[in-house]
């Protein structure tokens, strides 16, 4: 397996972990200011994770 993909499937994978943990705080606080930056930080940080993780994966060429 390459390198490029193994990094690919762990920045994918931190992805959608940051993005499940934005939901839960989302989800499990009231309007406070603090919570709204931490749940915007991680959410932004999840998607960056998430699409450069996909776009590692889907633009690795397997090599035999």
Sequence with gaps: ???K??????L???GIISLIY???IFANTSTQE????????YGI?????????IGLIKTTKDEA
């Design 22 to 24: 934005a939901a839960y």
């Design 1 to 3: 397996m390459n390198l």
């Design 5 to 10: 993909r193994i990094f690919g499937a762990i």
């Design 12 to 14: 994918t994978v931190l």
């Design 34 to 41: 603090q919570n709204l930056k931490t749940t915007l930080v």
């Design 45 to 53: 940080l999840g998607l960056v994770f998430f699409i450069s993780g």
